[in-house]
């Protein structure tokens, strides 16, 4: 059974930190791409960050320089660190596993909501 499950959302306030992790099982964790995504209420879901298999590591113009992506593939866990967090930072972050062949499936996580206010 494939799970991928978010933690480490919360409050936080303007100027602070968080650390997300996506933690996965049923599924070869190392030969996934995985992907960090939010959905703010009332916008579409955009990519944060996204790491490859050997850690080469992508983000969004919003969150550079502020958000870091990694991976432990021993642990099959995927963390985002957020650093200097914005009120528009607050959304509903989702972990995504992105296959690496067409024909295997795509997975998401339930979601974890990230607050940033003070």
């Known amino acids: 059974q494939v799970q991928l499950v978010e933690s480490g959302g919360g409050l936080v306030q303007p100027g602070g930190s968080l650390r997300l992790s996506c933690a996965v099982s049923g599924f070869i964790f190392s030969a996934y791409a995985m992907n960090w995504y939010r959905q703010a209420p009332g916008k579409e879901r955009e990519l944060v960050a996204g790491i490859t298999r050997s850690g080469g590591a992508k983000y969004a113009d919003s969150v550079k320089g502020r958000f870091t992506i990694s991976r432990d593939n021993a642990k099959n866990t995927v963390y985002l660190q957020m650093n200097s967090v914005k009120p528009e930072d607050t959304a509903v972050y989702y972990c995504?596993?992105?296959?690496?062949?067409?024909?295997?499936?795509?997975?998401w996580g339930q979601g974890t909501q990230v607050t940033v206010s003070s």
């Open positions: 995504n596993a992105y296959p690496p062949l067409r024909d295997l499936r795509e997975y």
